[in-house]
């Protein structure tokens, strides 16, 4: 009973490790992340102010930008969260397994599946701007800061099926270290682009774009060296070539075909058919399979 117990002890010492291993490290890129967003109003104040903005002009302009377009960039992230929810067991599974077929399959199908959504999201944030800005927010001069972010907001829809992967495979340690670095680097490029009287508040919207990419860039690089894992850029062309025609057909909806109706009924009209368009070029390129489509809610069931 005795050797029992610490036979169990043992096991249970060596689960709490495991555990930690990737609790402390996942808990750490929280925590990165939290302290830069309390850091990054302040930065942004200091740097205007360097270039002669006024302290009332900077904050009222901070605000929109983290205020209005922040949140719009990060609405398609609830589906990638979701993605990668699912992701962590399927992947530590096949990790613990040594299946890298299953690990491939995996991760490439979160990343179509990223990917199709956030092209989506791409070319309505794009194509329509400025209607979405003044309709939502009654703020169109914000939307310039919209059209520069949105094209880069699809590397950041990578972000969690690529952190996800690393922490199945044991390597939270790695992620909490590439978010450092990317935490480090915005916050830096804040203060050097945003106090240029010539960009201004512009500097620090190019500034988190940069802060995003780069985080992306070294998750896949991470990924890259752990797995050997690589992307079929056939599908990331074809996503894109969907996203070109739909956005394309959206806007002279939106210019020609609707221009005589209200603001309102054109915006909507036009990405609803912009949407579905979209829809159906990346059913018929196969980008979304049927059995993937049959797992939603409600809809599911009608194919």
Avoid: C
């Avoid at 890129?29 to 302290?55: D, H, K, M, N």
């Amino acid at each position: 009973m005795r050797r029992q117990f610490f036979a169990y002890a043992k096991d249970g010492k060596k689960t709490l490790e495991d555990l930690l291993a990737i609790a402390l490290p996942t808990t750490g890129s929280r925590l990165i992340g939290s302290v830069a967003y309390f850091f990054e109003p302040i930065v942004v104040a200091q740097s205007l102010a360097i270039a002669g903005v006024a302290t009332v002009v900077a904050t009222s302009q901070y605000g929109e930008l983290s205020g209005y377009v922040i949140p719009l960039l990060l609405l398609p992230t609830f589906i990638t969260y979701s993605l990668s929810v699912s992701l962590v067991p399927a992947i530590s599974e096949a990790a613990h397994q040594r299946n890298y077929g299953i690990i491939h399959h995996r991760l490439s199908q979160a990343l179509r599946l990223a990917l199709v959504a956030g092209g989506g999201s791409v070319f309505i944030m794009y194509v329509f701007a400025e209607p979405i800005m003044e309709l939502v927010y009654d703020a169109p001069t914000v939307a310039t800061y919209l059209k520069i972010m949105a094209p880069f907001s699809l590397f950041l829809y990578f972000q969690s099926p690529l952190q996800a992967t690393l922490q199945a495979l044991g390597l939270a340690k790695a992620a909490m270290i590439n978010s450092f670095i990317g935490a480090f680097v915005k916050i830096a490029a804040i203060f050097v682009l945003a106090s240029r009287p010539e960009l201004g508040i512009m500097g620090a919207a190019l500034a988190i774009t940069i802060g995003f990419l780069l985080v992306t860039f070294l998750h896949f690089a991470t990924v890259v060296k752990a797995i050997s894992f690589t992307i079929n850029i056939r599908e990331y062309v074809k996503v894109l070539g969907a996203i070109l025609a739909a956005g394309f057909l959206a806007n002279w909806l939106f210019e020609v075909a609707f221009n005589n109706y209200s603001l309102l009924v054109k915006t909507l009209s036009s990405i609803a058919i912009g949407g579905l368009v979209y829809l159906i070029l990346i059913g018929v390129m196969g980008l979304v399979k049927r059995e993937e489509v049959n797992k939603l809610p409600v809809i599911g069931k009608w194919f």
